[in-house]
């Protein structure tokens, strides 16, 4: 019975019997359930997770490039400025000195509310001659004395005149006389001397008759020569008058100016506000102390409700901006969220039009652009003076024209200017 059964020797020496051909290996029952795996083909294969990420990263690219296709953006030019006013009456407006004084007192103070002529400041003139308040009067009485002497010269040299012509009307007078009288005299000499020829009248006769018409002929050269005279002495006061009332015009409108002069340089120790306003701002001059003349003194703001944005531009931002095209502007402390390719989602900003593109450059090489409110199309109106004051801080988009998203990256990527419109490029070409 113990025979029968195999002993453990009997197995090892099975196992360790060598196989013939075509024999396999005995190879344990759970080992054969298990694949074959090796290590080059677990290396081939990809794990599902990163197949899930290419496949994701796939439908994102693709996704992508339909959006950059389809998306419209909206090409803008941007420019920053401030708020200032569209009408230059609505504009601060600066008070200067007009002379070289001593400031003597203040009349306002910053925060006063002035009209058209009230007193800003007075002033002490420094100069020599205008020390005298009383100057400008002395300078009238001057005046007065002075045309007074020359009116009187004027006066004297048209009397001169008038007695020139009486005494030249004399001489014609004389001059028709001793006309008359030659004339008489050469007849009654022609009459004498046919009768002293027949024997009527004596050569004495002839002789007076004779004489008479030597004397008639001799007072009509004299009458002839003092009408000459009397014609020159008319010339003569003529031109006299002339030069007179030209030295008193002359002289007077010399007085003229030097009183108005006179009087706008006491006028201007009186410094007046040209505008209805506000003083916003005071120079820090304080009594007794000098100004020169064009100092600033203060600065009035008008109180109106005119608005526009000034906005400074490129030159290349300028060659594409025309008047009447939209602007999208953030001003400096209102809320706003912005979007310059999508100015349908931004959010707090305010609409304007371009009003006017300035020619040339302010010297730095950027171009100003003047922008109004526009409040088409139920768009909300600018804030009002009380909250949006001239010199806040602005920020403007202009808007262009509409381009796929994919092109305006490709576009910015290789550094070109916006995309010009059709019609935009129709104008400029006809310029």
Do not use: H
């Not at 803008?76 to 401030?82: I, L, M, Y």
């Not at 002789?207 to 009408?227: C, G, I, P, Y």
């Not at 010399?254 to 009087?263: D, F, G, I, P, S």
């Not at 109106?304 to 400096?332: H, K, M, N, T, Y």
Request: without cysteine; aromatic residues 4%.
């Amino acid at each position: 019975m113990s025979s029968s059964l195999p002993s453990p020797d009997d197995s090892d020496s099975t196992s360790s019997r060598p196989l013939g051909w075509g024999q396999s290996p005995a190879v344990p029952q759970a080992t054969r359930a298990q694949p074959l795996r090796t290590n080059a083909l677990q290396a081939a294969q990809t794990p599902s997770v990163l197949r899930g990420v290419l496949f994701g990263s796939i439908g994102v690219l693709v996704v992508l490039g339909i959006a950059l296709a389809l998306v419209p953006w909206r090409q803008t030019v941007s420019g920053t400025g401030q708020v200032t006013a569209l009408a230059p009456d609505a504009r601060p407006r600066a008070v200067e000195a007009q002379i070289s004084a001593r400031v003597k007192n203040w009349r306002v103070t910053e925060g006063d509310v002035v009209a058209p002529g009230d007193t800003i400041a007075v002033l002490e003139d420094m100069s020599s001659q205008y020390l005298d308040n009383q100057f400008s009067d002395r300078i009238a009485e001057s005046r007065a004395s002075e045309l007074r002497s020359l009116r009187l010269e004027v006066k004297q040299a048209r009397q001169s005149l008038s007695q020139a012509r009486q005494k030249r009307r004399a001489a014609r007078a004389k001059v028709r006389n001793a006309s008359t009288g030659l004339t008489t005299a050469r007849k009654r000499y022609s009459r004498v001397k046919a009768l002293q020829q027949d024997g009527v009248k004596s050569v004495r006769s002839l002789e007076t008759a004779q004489l008479k018409l030597q004397k008639a002929r001799t007072d009509s050269v004299a009458a002839a020569a003092s009408l000459d005279a009397a014609q020159q002495a008319v010339a003569s006061a003529r031109l006299n008058v002339q030069q007179k009332e030209s030295t008193l015009e002359a002289k007077q409108a010399r007085l003229n100016l030097k009183l108005e002069n006179a009087q706008e340089r006491q006028a201007a120790s009186i410094v007046q506000a040209p505008i209805a306003g506000t003083i916003a701002r005071i120079n820090q001059v304080g009594p007794g102390q000098t100004v020169k003349s064009g100092d600033k003194l203060a600065l009035i703001v008008p109180e109106s409700d005119d608005r526009a944005a000034e906005l400074f531009v490129s030159s290349i931002g300028a060659s594409l901006v025309q008047p009447g095209e939209r602007v999208q502007l953030q001003f400096s402390g209102f809320p706003a969220l912005q979007f310059s390719g999508f100015p349908n989602a931004s959010v707090g900003t305010f609409s304007g039009t371009v009003r006017f593109v300035n020619p040339v450059d302010d010297g730095s090489g950027r171009f100003r652009l003047l922008v109004v409110p526009d409040t088409s199309g139920n768009r909300p109106p600018w804030p009002g003076e009380n909250y949006l004051r001239q010199g806040a801080s602005v920020q403007g988009n202009v808007l262009l024209s509409n381009v796929p998203l994919g092109y305006e990256i490709w576009r910015r990527m290789n550094g070109l200017p916006p995309q010009v419109s059709v019609q935009q490029g129709k104008n400029i070409s006809s310029k």
